[in-house]
């Protein structure tokens, strides 16, 4: 693995299903986000987590949640899909929270019908 | 509320210059970051700016002036390969990165 690796690359999920996008890195970053970004819009943050076992909640987090077990890995879940979460999915993270440069992954294609 | 302004599309021709505002207002102030992204892939960082002046960094330079809530993105000798987007990002005081909806730059030969 080098940087961040994203799983799966794109999915079609029926609505009202559970699905959980997937986030690796390995750059020992104390910091990851999740963001959606949608046509005409800015990237959106869905939700944080400045260190392993802390997470917080970003400009739209309803419909989501997310989990920091280890440095490593930050899932994103989505509960019960909802078409208006048809979107591309990116994982980022940076060394610290603070006003460090953030990398991202390749993202997830979502779609949901 | 918070707000990144920047133009939605813009066409330079191969070897020219182009210059990509961005104007913010935000909740604090932590850094303005440039990111490049190209069509169906992920942002890639190219400057950021934490203080008034002119960053340069080969072929792009960075410009800030945080009186004005202004930025600008230079990009010099323009290759086919600029074509992408550029997103302009404004680190807030919780920061977190409140982002522009990008410009879409077209590069023709």
């Known amino acids: 693995i080098a940087g961040i690796t994203q799983a799966p690359t794109s999915q079609i999920l029926a609505a009202g299903r559970r699905m959980t996008l997937r986030c690796t890195q390995d750059m020992r970053h104390n910091a990851m986000y999740w963001y959606r970004q949608d046509l005409g819009l800015g990237l959106r943050l869905i939700h944080y987590s400045n260190t392993a076992g802390t997470t917080g909640k970003g400009e739209v987090p309803d419909g989501y949640s997310v989990s920091r077990a280890n440095t490593d890995d930050f899932p994103l879940t989505l509960a019960s899909a909802v078409p208006s979460q048809t979107s591309v999915y990116f994982c980022?993270?940076?060394?610290?929270?603070?006003?460090?440069?953030?990398?991202f992954g390749p993202g997830t294609r979502l779609t949901v019908l | 509320g918070q707000n990144i302004d920047q133009p939605t599309e813009m066409t330079a021709t191969e070897g020219a210059i182009v210059q990509i505002n961005c104007t913010y207002q935000t909740s604090g102030f932590n850094g303005l970051f440039w990111y490049q992204q190209h069509a169906g892939e992920a942002p890639t960082f190219l400057s950021y700016?934490?203080l008034d002046g002119l960053e340069e960094k080969g072929r792009f330079s960075s410009f800030l002036s945080r009186s004005k809530g202004y930025s600008y993105l230079l990009l010099k000798e323009l290759q086919m390969k600029d074509s992408a987007s550029y997103l302009c990002?404004?680190?807030?005081?919780?920061?977190?990165?409140?982002w522009g909806a990008g410009t879409k730059l077209i590069i023709k030969p």
């Open positions: 980022a993270s940076s060394l610290s929270g603070a006003a460090d440069t953030q990398y």
């Open positions: 990002a404004v680190a807030d005081s919780n920061y977190q990165l409140i």
């Open positions: 700016n934490v």
